[in-house]
């Protein structure tokens, strides 16, 4: 008799297990439902050992026998959607998922092109065309709170703009998709007063970039990736390892990074978030019946 295993909100996950499972000579398959795809076991004697490494999964779900299992086998994703959802309706819905994360990447494109535009025509530099405008606080005695939060939209260049936009995209849609969109905006304000903050009195109001935010999502997803993988949110370990060199290469002041201060900062209380949210959310039927 057929018995439902597991659900988990992500692909990768759910085929790494069943690739397992079949070299354990446990006979499984993927059912996609809305947004989840559940772990269907074909014989129900099989559910005593499929949980035991469904545990094991759990704690280390990119150890080399699960990685190497994925190759090994192919395993096809069984859909329960109706005939007439086709793709472009699907990335519709995931659109409407994820606005706030759109809405703020235009936010940011539309202030870099208007300090581009302000800097030709007053004929300075970017940085020039951002103290003109007025969003940076020049003294610290006429600190203003919203400027915390403009310190967001602000880039230096194209490419420090295009830098955080990608990470913006990769952990800001994860989190909204999964936990929706007032978890982002609860975390967008968090990571922005704490790390401009930290920033501001470590080192000056000299500085500008979503970089603070995105160390703070990173911190976030990576941690609660770890710590609740049945969630549904991850990052590869080679980003980790990327990031991780990339914010210490900067704090060391091998770059001219704007907020070398910022990036730990935020990566800590992205950290520390995720721990909460680990802590104080109740396990599912699914992770207790693991344990």
Known sequence: MALELLKITKSEPAHLLVSYF????????????????????ENEGDQE????IVKEFLHAPYAEKFQQAAWQSDVSVESSSKPFDFVNIREAIQFKKQWFMVLLSLCCI????????????????????????????LRFEHFEWWRLFAHNFMHGNF???????????????????????????ILFIFASVVANLAQLLLQGPYFIGLSGVVYCLFGFVWWLGWLRPSWGVSIPRGFVIFLLIWMILG???????????????GLFSGCFLALMFHVGAPKTKDEESSD
């Open 22 to 41: 079949a070299t354990q000579n446990i006979s499984a398959s993927i059912v996609k439902r809305d947004d989840a795809f559940v772990i269907i076991l």
């Open 49 to 52: 050992k499929a949980s035991a």
């Open 110 to 137: 539309a202030v870099f092109a208007y300090l581009k535009f302000d800097a030709i025509n007053n004929q300075t530099d970017i940085t020039g065309a951002i103290i003109n405008v007025g969003f940076m606080p």
């Open 159 to 185: 490419m420090h703009l295009t830098f955080n936009l990608i990470w913006w995209w990769i952990f800001g849609g994860q989190i909204e998709r999964t936990f929706g969109t007032s978890s982002l905006i």
């Open 251 to 265: 704090f060391l002041g091998l770059f001219n990074m704007q907020t070398p201060f910022a990036h730990p900062i």
